[in-house]
């Protein structure tokens, strides 16, 4: 045994201290009362008023274990999309089942790839397993099949891709989807994480269901936080071929989603209604905030999903980082995208209808009082 000063305290993989600490979207300010959090793709609607009622009805048996295998839950899923139940497996979110298909494939120095601007997730799951990321260059703030591709070596295991992607709100039709599968070696793990697939009105997009069915290498992610208004809960579920459900089995823990999430889950997949009310809600509020946006001169990235990344001259006193200020001085919060690569940017998430017509008033006040 040495008494070397630098090994006294446990040290941690050298992959972990490279990893910055993912920061949620802010939703508060001192001295503020906050008005509007759209900062974090909550949808307005809330959860179903079913999924309320299905989780307040576990408060009595709180000192009981979930089932460990959320059958229930993966059957109701299974039901909903036409799935085989036994190739789902839920997690404490999506992010969970991201991190666990990280720790599952790859090994030290393995390379996982995602694109320029996506989900930030991708990167902190590569760094916690060992493995090296690496990012593809994205064309107009999209993912790009020929530029990820590019990337692709002998080392590559995992290809993570946001389709639609955060926070761009950009997609990819599911033409290209398929053919980035079709040249990624067999054993490389392609996760289409369809988070706001819900959302998507293009048809030309697939969330991966079908390729999933057909493949031994696709996985696809999925979430009850966005559309389903779960996000306290913490939810998701992956569809994958069944050998890797089994890796993944093995790996998660073994109650790793509570009972009353279940219960939720369970009330709010079946609610087609109410989620079908929230697809209605931002089926008229994104063009409209869309349209107001560009009116004022701002740069609008189309978007698919439940927000849109608005982008802001470079001119002082008008940047991103201005009418973010202004914007939380009225109790109003966007998420800034500085961490995303994209410092000129902000990303509002379509709230309600006032929340919506409150913020785009602001933004009006910010630019003209700049004018």
């Known amino acids: 045994m040495t008494n070397d000063p630098t090994n006294a305290l446990p040290q941690p993989r050298e992959s972990i201290m490279s990893i910055s600490p993912y920061i949620p979207g802010k939703h508060k300010a001192a001295g503020v009362a906050t008005r509007h959090r759209l900062s974090s793709n909550e949808t307005p609607l809330g959860a179903s008023p079913k999924a309320i009622a299905a989780y307040k009805a576990l408060v009595d048996s709180l000192q009981d274990y979930p089932d460990g295998a959320a059958t229930e839950l993966r059957e109701a899923i299974g039901a909903r999309y036409g799935l085989n139940p036994d190739n789902i497996v839920c997690g404490s979110g999506s992010d969970e089942l991201l991190n666990i298909l990280a720790q599952a494939y790859l090994r ?7 694109t320029e601007h996506g989900f930030l997730v991708y990167r902190i799951a590569t760094l916690s397993a060992g493995g090296v990321p690496v990012v593809a260059p994205e064309e107009n703030l999209t993912a790009s099949v020929d530029n990820i591709l590019a990337c692709v070596t002998d080392r590559t295991r995992i290809v993570f891709l946001a389709n639609p992607n955060n926070p761009t709100g950009t997609y990819l039709p599911f033409e290209e989807v398929r053919r980035l599968h079709r040249a990624l070696p067999t054993n490389v793990v392609l996760v289409l994480d369809a988070a706001y697939a819900e959302y998507v009105r293009r048809n030309d997009y697939e969330s991966g269901m079908s390729l999933v069915s057909e493949s031994g290498n696709v996985v696809m992610t999925r979430t009850f936080s966005k559309i389903h208004g779960l996000a306290n809960l913490r939810l998701g579920w992956a569809y994958m071929p069944a050998h890797m459900a089994d890796v993944l089995n093995r790996v998660r823990g073994p109650f790793n989603v509570t009972g009353p999430a279940i219960a939720a889950g369970i009330a709010a997949i079946r609610d087609t209604a109410w989620s079908d009310a929230a697809v209605a809600h931002n089926e008229e509020w994104l063009p ?22 608005i982008e802001f001259p470079e001119t002082a006193g008008r940047t991103a980082a201005d009418a973010d200020k202004h914007l939380v001085s009225q109790g109003i919060f966007l998420r800034r995208m500085d961490g995303y690569g994209l410092p000129r940017c902000l990303r509002m998430t379509i709230g309600s209808a ?9 933004l009006t ?4 009082n700049r004018g």
């Open 108 to 114: 030290a120095g393995d390379e996982a790839i995602y």
């Open 365 to 368: 006040q910010f630019l003209q």
């Open 288 to 309: 409209k905030v869309t349209g107001e946006l560009e009116a004022l001169g701002l740069g609008v990235t189309p978007s698919v999903g439940n927000f849109i990344l």
């Open 354 to 362: 006032q929340a919506n017509e409150d913020t785009l008033a602001a």
